[in-house]
Nanobody, 124 residues
């Protein structure tokens, strides 16, 4: 059974930065794509970023391109989301997910495992 644990959320001022971490355990980490999703109050959960098992491919939502960077460290079984130039509209619960494939899925159903979430609040 895979377990994903997020950390790194918190309160930050607009324009600030945060780095989220997702520690994975259970399966061979490098075989599976990792992703970050977020859900704001009253809104549906949305895809933020994804990275392939090898780390060679990444994908981003248009709303975060150029500001967020996803990465992974197979030696530490950890995925990261570096968030820069944060905006109030980035405020949400952020979730880490692991896919059932090495390639980044194009559908939500392909994400097999989810973390418990970490809150990010961007406010002055």
């Amino acid at each position: 059974q895979e377990k994903l644990v997020e950390s790194g959320g918190g309160l930050v001022q607009p324009g600030g930065s945060l780095r989220l971490s997702c520690a994975a355990s259970g399966r061979t980490f490098r075989l599976y794509a990792m992703g970050w999703f977020r859900q704001a109050p009253g809104k549906e959960r949305e895809f933020v970023a994804g990275i392939s098992g090898s780390g060679a491919s990444t994908a981003y939502a248009d709303s975060v391109k150029g500001r967020f960077t996803i990465s992974r460290d197979s030696a530490k079984n950890t995925a990261y989301l570096q968030m820069n130039s944060l905006k109030p509209e980035d405020t949400a619960e952020y979730y880490c997910a692991q896919a059932g494939t090495a390639t980044i899925p194009t559908t939500g159903l392909a994400w097999n495992y989810w973390g418990q979430g970490t809150q990010v609040t961007v406010s002055s």
